[in-house]
């Protein structure tokens, strides 16, 4: 199991930069892969970004050229670089992982999150 603590969420007119934290603790030594979602009001999660324990980014659409996804292995921290920020990007932005785990007998994932954090964009 893994423990989240996320920080650096507030609020930035548009067109600003927000640099967001998750400090993981626990089991950190079985996490496969970091990621953030993201959630606005009357709408569903949806992924903005992950990295895998190697170091391949992926990132959506959305958010191509703007956001950066980083981790410090030193600190065991997750990081997201958010540049040029828009009024959609508004949202409470969660960090996830994804730890070794079995299951149904076999080698497999489970998922910890975080508590969240809002971010706010001002027009």
């Known amino acids: 199991q893994v423990q989240l603590v996320e920080s650096g969420g507030g609020l930035v007119q548009a067109g600003g930069s927000l640099r967001l934290a998750c400090a993981a603790s626990g089991s950190i030594f079985s996490i496969k892969a970091m990621h953030w979602y993201r959630q606005a009001p009357g709408k569903q999660r949806e992924l903005v970004a992950a990295i895998t324990s190697g170091g391949s980014t992926n990132y959506a659409d959305f958010v191509k050229g703007r956001f950066t996804i980083s981790r410090d292995n030193d600190k065991s921290s997750l990081y997201l670089q958010m540049n040029s920020l828009k009024p959609e990007d508004a949202a409470v932005y969660y960090c996830?992982?994804?730890?070794?785990?079995?299951?149904?007998?076999?080698?497999?994932?489970?998922?910890?999150w975080g508590q969240g954090t809002q971010v706010t964009v001002s027009s």
């Open positions: 996830a992982v994804e730890v070794d785990a079995v299951v149904d007998g076999q080698a497999g994932s489970d998922w910890d």
